[in-house]
Nanobody, 124 residues
Framework: QVHLVESGGGLVLPGDSLRLSCAAS????????MGWFRQAPGKEREFVAA????????YYADSVKGRFTISRDNAKNMLYLQMNNLKREDTAVYYC?????????????????WGQGTQVTVSS
């Protein structure tokens, strides 16, 4: 079983950058496709980015494409989300998740292991 712990959130100004980290325990991390999701107050949890384990392909939501970059370091069991040019609408709790069920990487229902989340607030 994989256990996930996010870190790196905080309060930043519009236009600033942040890097979120997700530490994974367990030996199967390198065989899992991983994703970042976020949930703003009053809204559903939404897909942000994903990184597949086999083809190492990355996927992004249109709202973050060109600003966010997902990456992983399998040797360290780490997943990252580099967020640049942050906007107020990026404010949310960010979750990393492990995809353990076959299906599109953009759909949260195929991710069964979730971290506790880290708050990102973009405000002036």
């Amino acid at each position: 079983q994989v256990h996930l712990v996010e870190s790196g959130g905080g309060l930043v100004l519009p236009g600033d950058s942040l890097r979120l980290s997700c530490a994974a325990s367990g030996r199967t991390f390198s065989w899992l496709s991983m994703g970042w999701f976020r949930q703003a107050p009053g809204k559903e949890r939404e897909f942000v980015a994903a990184h597949t384990w086999d083809t190492r392909t990355t996927y992004y939501a249109d709202s973050v494409k060109g600003r966010f970059t997902i990456s992983r370091d399998n040797a360290k069991n780490m997943l990252y989300l580099q967020m640049n040019n942050l906007k107020r609408e990026d404010t949310a709790v960010y979750y990393c998740a492990a995809k353990t069920v076959a299906g599109p990487v953009t759909e949260k229902r195929f991710y069964t292991i979730w971290g506790q989340g880290t708050q990102v607030t973009v405000s002036s």
